[in-house]
């Protein structure tokens, strides 16, 4: 078991590296001009050309990518004259904000991840809840109930769900504040208040395709011959449905959990907007309007870690939960 | 900004650049430039917070001399940055007059114009108290030169008249060699109480230039170069108490400012909180709703189109709602090295069908056909221009007429007619999904006599860049003042020495009358023989068609209910922010 | 017990499920007796209703709403009446189960230890955990599992398919049941491995006075197992007899079919396999009269009662046969054509 988690980080580590390589070079390879981008709207060529050479873009894309590395273990000055220095780990400059990127990403991470885990836990507990209901009382009303509340969070889109929300409960009835992101520390009551609907409008969203998952995957699991022995030996059906339907029924659905918390760790992109919190997804899209690569760079970079990392996790937990996958 | 850009890409086309100098959104205080709210210090009880709601996600710039739109200049002029003159804070076209601001007075220039004196008040700090002295103003304005730091987006005057020996590349970079230079053209008496301007010309109106934000004073030992955006040091009413990108920007009561020292700023609000980054249809019900602290807010942007009836037809908004020009005109601009021919630029002037571009644009709401490139907000220098005969004044072409004008090019020039009937004319104009509608109204207009369009639709950012290095021989840009004087108009886009002339006309024959004209304008020192100059030139380039305007655009806003004061600045072409007040 | 009271007496049994396509019957008025200590064999194709019935009896219709008819009297107690509680306590204790795939018959999440435990614990509540090691080495042990203290604790995946299904029945027997039912245990073994596991079950009923009913679309298997037999056809009884009057005079047109199959399937090399002409009906909406008849050698005409009335079994020889034809026919028959 051991092996095979240290095979599985070490495999992880790789895949960083192709994919922080691949990322750079892709960015690289776009046509616009980094350079360009530095000094807005008085560049004249000549300034376009110092800045190039200053902030390194003259060097082929292997040293430039060898240098952003260099910049994540040491940290690196950017800029003219005593210019503006960025400690490790540095992720770039974005002469756009005028700030590290490295601040930006760690001050629009925990907006993010705020969004993220509090969506996370509804939309299991929504999902895993209402599928198992669905799935025990299969083509009764708490099935339909819970398809047809399916069906609305699949069909309706994100913006639309979160701008209806803003309109019932706080423009029409006032019952919520308008949500503003105040951070946990400085305090937690408004953190809460202002990330309710955010979570709710996600939760709805992604609990639909829960719903389904947890739904179809019970019904399989019911029809599995194990789960027939285990009522054939005198199981009462609560432990058999706790014991041997769910553990087989949800396995799969931690995958795909794993997997889309940590793509929700990238940014929730639409989520933030609508109710804008000042998250990585936000962040992202400031970063795509400005044309902005230094921030796109290291989010992507930061998005696709979280991916790699969750995907490697989920994994080495997969190998906990399920015997088969272990290999000794 | 972003407001301004989705301007340019709804009707004015043209490069961030072009959106990028002058005036912004909203409402006008006089009924003859449109309607709005009145200034009034009546019903105001002192203190409070303003709320401005934002779709963008930031705030363009905080940093005095990288700022260069109407609506930020006059928002942080108002609020946090003085400058040496500044405008009467009232509505209408008084508000267009220069009064002196950290300055005694509003300047004295020597008998050629070249020179400029300024003299600082007494008892005028930044937000720690200390004085502000020259010093601050020269280092300010050296900041201006740093093009690859604090000098890249603001605008360019002090580096185009200052009169400095030799290269000056801003303080960061430069040699002592460099810094002596560039303060021998700008020189501090020994007290620090008088600022000496030397200038390479004369410059009639250099009083109005030393008003934009690129001449506010910076503290040397608190800049943070391409960082000071994010917390200048304030020398107005209010300070940055907080600035966080994508999320607000929190002002507060600045303790060290004082009242007396300061003749243009009236503040009555505790606190304003600029928050960004809000869904515009979001920001539109809440304006519409005006519930809770809604009714203390206002907006950093237009309302949405699909609105615009709602809050126009529904008399309960006529209190909030605002309609005025936002400062800006849309043209074209017309190659004169690619089309030397009058009959064939006036042509196209006839034939383009205005009326429905203006419509598939969103309509009247979104301009009036203009007939001058000098926006009426200039109230000093708009005249009614005369336009070429047979325009149709509601837009729609005259098909007639232009084609009697293409008919007499056939015979006058006729290598332009073939040029422009055989190969077409390329059209270059910003990318963006109304454009993808607009091109066709051009392509079957200017068809119907036989003048032909090649499109190239230029990715907005790269713009200004493109038609630099390769203009176009027909190209769509927008224009707004820098500051109330046609001098930031006419010789701008119209003389080769301007910032934004990619007509080419100096090759035009008829130039060389034009260039002298301009030129007896920017010396001249009385404003009203200035204003007749300048309309006589602005005619002058209507006559020649070397370009041809298109609309005043104009922009449409709601306050919330406890809002006061919110009268429209029209040097800023927005709301005098610092001056607003609540009612209770 | 009293041993005038047959172990488990089934009477009248329907089992039918609504679907879509209307509803399906899937076994259609069955009664038959099982004795302590006997062992009978149900035959018939997929799809005849064997399967659905020995879950009826033991109530394993978890996922899937089913509607039960009619009596199953176990211990001259009818299971149908008990309540879900009362029913746990049969199943496994009273009445074990082995199933037709032993691949996806274990749960694949815990060790076979574990799972054989667990059967164990669930009607010994109070057994200490080293008496259930014990009980499980135990029973490992007796259905040949070697080295069975070091597999303990494996997981299933880690055995082949012959091997779990000996696990499959240890599970079954670790409570002693009264009655084993076996649905088609073999069937996707290998054939080796087939033999090795009917012996297996063979010789623990014998050590064990176990009753066996065992589910098989193979004859061969019931030859070998059985003392009685029924076949089965479309939900329904075709043929009941002792294994031996069955294998000498096979006395329904079906199961002579059958039969020669069988023998067929022995003699031919390849290709041909003389079978029964036909498909099994569709069990949605079976129309009245024998179900058979659409396949049978034997046309009676439309006016026949094979046309409108359900066979009952009748002794005819020493079987009970459900057919309309005349006994002469049917003895005949079942002589000539073998």
Same mark, same amino acid.
């Given at each position: 078991?051991?092996?095979?988690?240290?095979? &599985?980080?070490?495999?992880?580590?790789?895949? !960083?590296?192709?994919? +922080?390589?691949?990322?750079?070079?892709?960015?690289?390879?776009?046509?616009?001009?980094?350079?360009?981008?530095?000094?807005?709207?008085?560049?004249?060529?000549?300034?376009?050309?110092?800045?190039?050479?200053?902030?390194?873009?003259?060097?082929?894309?292997?040293?430039?990518?060898?240098?952003?590395?260099?910049?994540?273990?040491?940290?690196?000055?950017?800029?003219?004259?005593?210019?503006?220095?960025?400690?490790?780990?540095?992720?770039?400059?974005?002469? &756009?904000?005028?700030?590290?990127?490295?601040? !930006?990403?760690?001050?629009?991470?925990?907006?993010?991840?705020?969004?993220?885990?509090?969506?996370?836990?509804?939309?299991?507990?929504?999902?895993?809840?209402?599928?198992?209901?669905?799935? !025990?009382?299969?083509?009764?009303?708490?099935?339909?109930?819970?398809?047809?509340?399916?069906?609305?969070?699949?069909?309706?889109?994100?913006?639309?769900?979160? $701008?209806?929300?803003?309109?019932?409960?706080?423009?029409?009835?006032?019952?919520?504040?308008?949500?503003?992101?105040?951070?946990?520390?400085?305090?937690?009551?408004?953190?809460?208040?202002?990330?309710?609907?955010?979570?709710?409008?996600?939760?709805?969203? +992604?609990?639909?395709?829960?719903?389904?998952?947890?739904?179809?995957?019970?019904?399989?699991?019911?029809?599995?011959?194990?789960?027939?022995?285990?009522?054939?030996?005198?199981?009462?059906?609560?432990?058999?449905?706790?014991?041997?339907?769910?553990?087989?029924?949800?396995?799969?659905?931690?995958?795909?959990?794993?997997?889309?918390?940590?793509?929700?760790?990238?940014?929730?992109?639409?989520?933030?907007?609508?109710?804008? $919190?000042?998250?990585?997804?936000?962040?992202?899209?400031?970063?795509?309007?400005?044309?902005?690569?230094?921030?796109?760079?290291?989010?992507?970079?930061?998005?696709?870690?979280?991916?790699?990392?969750?995907?490697? !996790?989920?994994?080495?937990?997969?190998?906990?939960?399920?015997?088969?996958?272990?290999?000794? | 900004?972003? =407001?301004?850009?989705?301007?340019?890409?709804?009707?004015?086309?043209?490069?961030?650049?072009?959106?990028?100098?002058?005036?912004?959104?909203?409402?006008?205080?006089?009924?003859?430039?449109?309607?709005?709210?009145?200034?009034?210090?009546?019903?105001?009880?002192?203190?409070?917070?303003?709320?401005?709601?934002? =779709?963008?996600?930031?705030?363009?710039?905080?940093?005095?001399?990288?700022?260069?739109?109407?609506?930020?200049?006059?928002?942080?002029?108002?609020?946090?940055?003085?400058?040496?003159?500044?405008?009467?804070?009232?509505?209408?076209?008084?508000?267009?007059?220069?009064?002196?601001?950290?300055?005694?007075?509003?300047?004295?220039?020597?008998?050629?114009?070249?020179?400029?004196?300024?003299?600082?008040?007494?008892?005028?700090?930044?937000? @720690?108290?200390?004085?502000?002295?020259?010093? @601050?103003?020269?280092?300010?304005?050296?900041?201006?030169?740093?093009?690859?730091?604090?000098?890249?987006?603001?605008?360019?005057?002090?580096?185009?008249?200052?009169?400095?020996?030799?290269?000056?590349?801003?303080?960061?970079?430069?040699?002592?060699?460099?810094?002596?230079?560039?303060?021998?053209?700008?020189?501090?008496?020994?007290?620090?109480?008088?600022?000496?301007?030397?200038?390479?010309?004369?410059?009639?109106?250099?009083?109005?230039?030393?008003?934009?934000?690129?001449?506010?004073? /910076?503290?040397?030992?608190?800049?943070?170069?391409?960082?000071?955006?994010?917390?200048?040091?304030?020398?107005?009413?209010?300070?940055?108490?907080?600035?966080?990108?994508?999320?607000?920007?929190?002002?507060?009561?600045?303790?060290?400012? *004082?009242?007396?020292?300061?003749? /243009?700023?009236?503040?009555?609000?505790?606190?304003?909180?600029?928050?960004?980054?809000?869904?515009?249809?979001?920001?539109?019900?809440?304006?519409?709703?005006?519930?809770?602290?809604?009714?203390?807010?206002?907006?950093?942007?237009?309302?949405?189109?699909?609105?615009?009836?709602?809050?126009?037809?529904?008399?309960?908004?006529?209190?909030?709602?605002?309609?005025?020009?936002?400062?800006?005109?849309?043209?074209?601009?017309?190659?004169?090295?690619?089309?030397?021919?009058?009959?064939?630029?006036?042509?196209?002037?006839?034939?383009?069908?205005?009326?429905?571009?203006?419509?598939?644009?969103?309509?009247?709401?979104?301009?009036?056909?203009?007939?001058?490139?000098?926006?009426?907000?200039?109230?000093?220098?708009?005249?009614?221009?005369?336009?070429?005969?047979?325009?149709?004044? @509601?837009?729609?072409?005259?098909?007639?007429?232009?084609?009697?004008?293409?008919?007499?090019?056939?015979?006058?020039?006729?290598? /332009?007619?073939?040029?422009?009937?055989?190969?077409?004319?390329?059209?270059?104009?910003?990318?963006?999904?109304?454009?993808?509608?607009?091109?066709?109204?051009?392509?079957?207009?200017?068809?119907?006599?036989?003048?032909?369009?090649?499109?190239?639709?230029?990715?907005?950012?790269?713009?200004?860049?493109?038609?630099?290095?390769?203009?176009?021989?027909?190209?769509?840009?927008?224009?707004?003042? @820098?500051?109330?004087?046609?001098?930031?108009?006419?010789?701008?886009?119209?003389?080769?020495?301007?910032?934004?002339?990619?007509?080419?006309?100096?090759?035009?024959?008829?130039?060389?009358?034009?260039?002298?004209?301009? *030129?007896?304008?920017?010396?001249?020192?009385?404003?009203?023989?200035?204003?007749?100059?300048?309309?006589?030139?602005?005619?002058?380039?209507?006559?020649?068609?070397?370009?041809?305007?298109?609309?005043?655009?104009?922009?449409?806003?709601?306050?919330?209910?406890? /809002?006061?004061?919110?009268?429209?600045?029209?040097?800023?072409?927005?709301?005098?922010?610092?001056?607003?007040?609540?009612?209770? | 017990?009293?041993?005038?009271?047959?172990?488990?007496?089934?009477?009248?049994?329907?089992?039918?499920?609504?679907?879509?396509?209307?509803?399906?019957?899937?076994?259609?008025?069955?009664?038959?007796?099982?004795?302590?200590?006997? %062992?009978?064999?149900?035959?018939?194709?997929?799809? %005849?209703?064997?399967?659905?019935?020995?879950?009826?009896?033991?109530?394993?219709?978890?996922?899937?709403?089913?509607?039960?008819?009619?009596?199953?009297?176990?211990?001259?107690?009818?299971?149908?009446?008990?309540?879900?509680?009362?029913?746990?306590?049969?199943?496994?204790?009273?009445?074990?189960?082995?199933?037709?795939?032993?691949? %996806?018959?274990?749960?694949?999440?815990?060790?076979?230890?574990?799972?054989?435990?667990?059967?164990?614990?669930?009607?010994?509540?109070?057994?200490?955990?080293?008496?259930?090691?014990?009980?499980?080495?135990?029973?490992?042990?007796?259905?040949?599992?070697?080295?069975?203290?070091?597999?303990?604790?494996?997981?299933?995946?880690?055995?082949?398919?012959?091997?779990?299904?000996?696990?499959?029945?240890?599970?079954?027997?670790?409570?002693?049941?009264?009655?084993?039912?076996?649905?088609?245990?073999?069937?996707?073994?290998?054939?080796?491995?087939?033999?090795?596991?009917?012996?297996?079950?063979?010789?623990?009923?014998?050590?064990?006075?176990?009753?066996?009913?065992?589910?098989?679309?193979?004859?061969?298997?019931?030859?070998?197992?059985?003392?009685?037999?029924?076949?089965?056809?479309?939900?329904?009884?075709?043929?009941?007899?002792?294994?031996?009057?069955?294998?000498?005079?096979?006395?329904?047109?079906?199961?002579?079919?059958?039969?020669?199959?069988?023998?067929?399937?022995?003699?031919?090399?390849?290709?041909?396999?003389?079978?029964?002409?036909?498909?099994?009906?569709?069990?949605?909406?079976?129309?009245?009269?024998?179900?058979?008849?659409?396949?049978?050698?034997?046309?009676?005409?439309?006016?026949?009662?094979?046309?409108?009335?359900?066979?009952?079994?009748?002794?005819?020889?020493?079987?009970?046969?459900?057919?309309?034809?005349?006994?002469?026919?049917?003895?005949?028959?079942?002589?000539?054509?073998?």
């Amino acid at each position: 078991m051991l092996s095979f988690v240290c095979r &599985r980080l070490f495999f992880a580590v790789i895949l !960083l590296f192709v994919v +922080s390589a691949f990322t750079y070079v892709i960015f690289a390879a776009l046509p616009s001009d980094p350079a360009a981008l530095t000094c807005g709207k008085n560049c004249r060529p000549e300034v376009i050309a110092q800045n190039r050479v200053r902030l390194g873009y003259d060097k082929s894309i292997p040293e430039q990518y060898g240098n952003f590395l260099k910049g994540i273990v040491s940290g690196r000055t950017y800029g003219a004259g005593e210019g503006v220095h960025c400690p490790a780990p540095s992720l770039g400059y974005s002469f &756009r904000k005028h700030q590290c990127v490295t601040d !930006l990403i760690t001050r629009t991470l925990p907006v993010t991840a705020s969004v993220a885990l509090g969506a996370f836990v509804l939309w299991m507990l929504i999902g895993i809840g209402l599928g198992t209901m669905a799935a !025990l009382k299969r083509g009764r009303w708490p099935d339909r109930l819970a398809t047809g509340f399916s069906v609305i969070g699949i069909s309706l889109p994100t913006f639309f769900i979160g $701008l209806l929300g803003i309109m019932v409960f706080v423009i029409w009835t006032g019952l919520l504040p308008f949500p503003r992101y105040e951070g946990i520390t400085a305090d937690p009551a408004k953190w809460f208040m202002s990330l309710i609907l955010p979570w709710f409008t996600l939760a709805v969203v +992604s609990a639909s395709s829960y719903i389904r998952l947890t739904r179809n995957g019970i019904l399989e699991v019911m029809n599995e011959e194990f789960v027939r022995l285990g009522l054939a030996k005198g199981l009462k059906r609560r432990t058999l449905i706790v014991k041997y339907v769910m553990r087989a029924a949800l396995l799969p659905i931690v995958t795909i959990a794993g997997l889309d918390f940590a793509a929700l760790l990238g940014g929730a992109v639409i989520t933030e907007s609508v109710f804008s $919190l000042p998250g990585m997804g936000k962040l992202s899209i400031m970063a795509v309007n400005d044309s902005d690569l230094s921030i796109l760079v290291a989010t992507t970079l930061v998005a696709a870690t979280f991916i790699v990392i969750a995907n490697a !996790l989920v994994d080495i937990l997969y190998g906990f939960l399920d015997p088969r996958v272990r290999t000794y | 900004m972003s =407001h301004q850009k989705k301007l340019i890409g709804a009707f004015i086309v043209g490069a961030l650049l072009l959106a990028a100098c002058g005036g912004s959104s909203s409402d006008g205080g006089d009924a003859a430039v449109g309607g709005g709210l009145s200034a009034t210090d009546e019903g105001i009880k002192d203190g409070g917070t303003l709320f401005i709601l934002d =779709h963008s996600t930031g705030a363009t710039n905080l940093d005095p001399q990288r700022i260069y739109t109407g609506a930020d200049l006059g928002f942080l002029g108002s609020t946090i940055t003085r400058t040496l003159t500044s405008y009467t804070p009232i509505a209408g076209k008084k508000g267009t007059e220069l009064i002196a601001d950290l300055a005694t007075d509003t300047g004295t220039p020597s008998e050629d114009v070249k020179t400029w004196n300024f003299t600082l008040r007494d008892g005028v700090t930044f937000e @720690d108290g200390a004085a502000i002295v020259c010093d @601050d103003i020269r280092y300010g304005v050296s900041r201006t030169f740093a093009s690859e730091m604090t000098g890249d987006e603001g605008p360019l005057y002090a580096k185009s008249m200052l009169d400095v020996a030799g290269e000056y590349p801003g303080p960061y970079t430069a040699t002592a060699d460099q810094q002596a230079a560039f303060e021998k053209a700008v020189e501090c008496s020994e007290d620090g109480k008088t600022i000496t301007f030397h200038l390479k010309n004369p410059v009639a109106d250099f009083n109005y230039t030393v008003a934009l934000l690129s001449f506010a004073p /910076v503290p040397k030992a608190k800049d943070t170069a391409d960082k000071y955006t994010l917390k200048p040091v304030s020398s107005g009413p209010f300070m940055v108490q907080s600035y966080e990108e994508g999320k607000e920007l929190v002002m507060v009561r600045n303790p060290n400012w *004082n009242q007396d020292s300061d003749p /243009v700023r009236k503040p009555h609000l505790d606190e304003i909180r600029w928050q960004f980054g809000l869904e515009e249809s979001v920001i539109d019900e809440r304006m519409i709703a005006d519930a809770g602290d809604d009714q203390m807010t206002i907006v950093y942007g237009t309302i949405q189109p699909e609105n615009l009836q709602t809050v126009f037809e529904d008399p309960k908004f006529a209190d909030r709602r605002t309609d005025g020009f936002d400062g800006f005109v849309s043209y074209t601009m017309i190659n004169i090295k690619k089309v030397p021919c009058l009959e064939v630029r006036q042509a196209f002037w006839l034939a383009l069908d205005r009326e429905a571009l203006r419509t598939a644009a969103g309509g009247p709401y979104t301009g009036v056909f203009a007939d001058s490139f000098i926006n009426p907000l200039l109230a000093v220098d708009y005249t009614p221009g005369t336009v070429t005969e047979g325009l149709n004044v @509601d837009g729609t072409p005259n098909v007639e007429a232009a084609q009697a004008k293409m008919d007499a090019a056939k015979v006058s020039c006729p290598e /332009v007619h073939k040029y422009a009937t055989e190969q077409g004319l390329r059209f270059d104009h910003g990318q963006s999904d109304l454009w993808a509608k607009l091109i066709s109204i051009w392509i079957d207009s200017l068809g119907a006599v036989g003048i032909k369009i090649i499109d190239n639709a230029i990715e907005p950012s790269k713009y200004y860049a493109t038609i630099n290095q390769d203009p176009g021989d027909l190209m769509r840009a927008g224009w707004a003042a @820098d500051w109330n004087n046609a001098s930031t108009v006419v010789p701008e886009l119209f003389t080769k020495e301007g910032g934004f002339n990619y007509s080419q006309n100096w090759e035009d024959p008829a130039y060389a009358a034009f260039s002298e004209q301009v *030129n007896l304008a920017k010396g001249e020192t009385d404003r009203v023989k200035q204003a007749k100059l300048w309309q006589e030139t602005n005619q002058y380039v209507l006559d020649q068609a070397w370009a041809v305007p298109g609309s005043f655009t104009k922009a449409q806003n709601l306050v919330g209910s406890r /809002v006061r004061n919110a009268y429209q600045w029209l040097p800023f072409g927005w709301y005098n922010v610092g001056a607003i007040g609540l009612a209770e | 017990m009293n041993s005038k009271v047959p172990l488990l007496s089934i009477r009248d049994l329907q089992v039918s499920f609504n679907t879509r396509e209307g509803l399906v019957r899937a076994v259609d008025g069955i009664s038959f007796d099982v004795e302590h200590g006997e %062992s009978i064999g149900i035959v018939g194709e997929s799809g %005849s209703g064997k399967s659905v019935m020995v879950n009826a009896i033991l109530r394993l219709n978890f996922a899937t709403e089913v509607i039960v008819k009619g009596e199953i009297l176990f211990d001259g107690v009818d299971l149908l009446k008990l309540s879900e509680a009362e029913m746990t306590r049969i199943r496994g204790r009273e009445i074990a189960m082995i199933f037709q795939d032993p691949l %996806s018959a274990l749960n694949p999440f815990y060790t076979v230890g574990h799972q054989i435990g667990e059967a164990y614990l669930v009607h010994h509540p109070d057994a200490s955990k080293s008496e259930v090691n014990r009980i499980v080495l135990n029973a490992l042990d007796k259905v040949g599992i070697p080295e069975a203290a070091k597999r303990i604790k494996s997981y299933p995946h880690e055995f082949s398919g012959g091997m779990r299904q000996r696990i499959v029945i240890a599970i079954a027997l670790v409570n002693d049941p009264k009655l084993l039912i076996a649905d088609e245990p073999t069937t996707a073994l290998d054939v080796t491995v087939q033999a090795q596991i009917l012996d297996l079950i063979q010789s623990l009923r014998e050590q064990s006075d176990s009753a066996v009913i065992l589910i098989t679309h193979d004859l061969g298997v019931v030859a070998e197992t059985a003392q009685r037999v029924m076949v089965m056809y479309a939900g329904r009884a075709a043929e009941s007899s002792t294994v031996t009057s069955l294998f000498e005079a096979p006395s329904h047109p079906y199961t002579q079919g059958l039969m020669r199959s069988v023998h067929s399937l022995e003699n031919s090399s390849r290709g041909s396999l003389k079978s029964i002409l036909g498909v099994p009906p569709s069990l949605i909406n079976l129309p009245g009269g024998c179900a058979f008849r659409p396949r049978c050698s034997h046309q009676l005409g439309d006016q026949s009662k094979c046309n409108t009335d359900k066979p009952e079994l009748r002794l005819v020889g020493k079987s009970n046969v459900a057919c309309h034809l005349p006994d002469e026919i049917i003895k005949s028959n079942s002589v000539s054509d073998v």
